[in-house]
């Protein structure tokens, strides 16, 4: 997907999009996320319109969103590992902080972006 698609498929900006039974439906089966879907430590990778994310759930009992792509090396993100609170590329180790998508590497390479997340419930929102 290149910039501009994400750009169409991001806007309106601010709309929240509920990561759940309503918006993943397939066949008539439901797939998306719930928050018992998620162990603390687990992510999940999900797809919303085209557009790939990681839901993650901390050891902390915190949820965070980032897209599912390594800004260095387009790999899936949600094939590498957390730690603490970053979520590492699983081709070059690439670090992302979850809470700022901020990257920690042997050279400046972007941040990923990330997504605020809400919970509601056994739901869980994230506002794309």
Known sequence: MNSKEEEDL??????????????????GACE?????????GAMKAVNRGGLDL?????KDDNFYCVR?????????????????????CPFHAAQFDVRTGK????MPIP???????????EDIFVEI
Do not use: Y
């Open 54 to 58: 990681v839901v993650i759930h901390m």
């Open 103 to 106: 990257a920690s590497f042997a």
């Open 32 to 40: 998306g996320v719930w928050k018992d879907d998620l162990t603390r």
């Open 68 to 88: 599912d792509e390594c800004t260095h090396h387009q790999a899936r993100l949600s094939e590498g590992f957390l730690r603490e609170r970053s979520i590492t």
């Open 10 to 27: 991001l806007s309106p900006k601010g709309r929240k999009v509920f990561i759940s039974v309503l918006l993943f439906r397939k066949n």
């Open 111 to 121: 941040e990923v972006r990330t997504f605020p997340v809400a919970v509601g419930g």
